[in-house]
């Protein structure tokens, strides 16, 4: 009972400090995740026509981007709808170097120039495997080309619990 007791502290001891790491203002770095082009909205500027599921060529009351009758709409080509993409801001611990990279579970990593490895809470496994591409630490992004695409499955990792995830990606 008392290894019981010691190993279940050391177990919570290990996910504190983990989860320490993982809080937004501690070593976590600030990544956008794009994903695919989830849905399309109507035209703002334009009129839709139902029937020929299209613009009608002709623009909305106060259009922003004003445009004669009967011809093509600049804001969505014609099309009448307009297809939007979703970005979330999500924070994850980024290891660049491969020397400092966790290896937890049974299979070896290809391991490629321009890779780079995320540790995050599990709660981001959809997100991650949903995600087209991310842009790692947005703070740097404008000097460098930071974008990514994930490398394989994200591995569950943790101390007796599945409470965490460790994913690679490869730059895109």
Do not use: H
């Amino acid at each position: 009972m008392f290894e019981n007791l010691i190993t279940n502290e050391f177990k919570q001891t290990f996910k504190n400090a983990i989860d320490a790491l993982l809080a937004q203002n501690a070593l976590t770095v600030p990544c956008l995740f794009k994903y695919e082009n989830t849905k399309k909205e109507l035209c703002f500027n334009c009129e839709y026509d139902a029937i020929n599921q299209k613009s009608s060529g002709q623009p909305k009351p106060n259009a922003m981007m004003p445009f004669p009758r009967g011809s093509i709409c600049p804001a969505c080509r014609g099309f009448g709808s307009i297809d939007t993409t979703s970005d979330e801001r999500v924070y994850l611990a980024i290891i660049f170097d491969s020397k400092y990279w966790l290896n937890w579970g049974s299979q070896s990593v290809n391991v490629s120039d321009g890779m780079v490895q995320s540790l995050s809470k599990i709660d981001t496994l959809p997100k991650i495997k949903t995600c087209k591409e991310i842009i790692m630490d947005t703070d740097l992004s404008n000097y460098d080309n930071y974008r990514y695409s994930l490398a394989g499955e994200p591995q569950p990792a943790g101390l007796g619990s599945n409470d965490y995830i460790i994913s690679m990606w490869k730059r895109s």
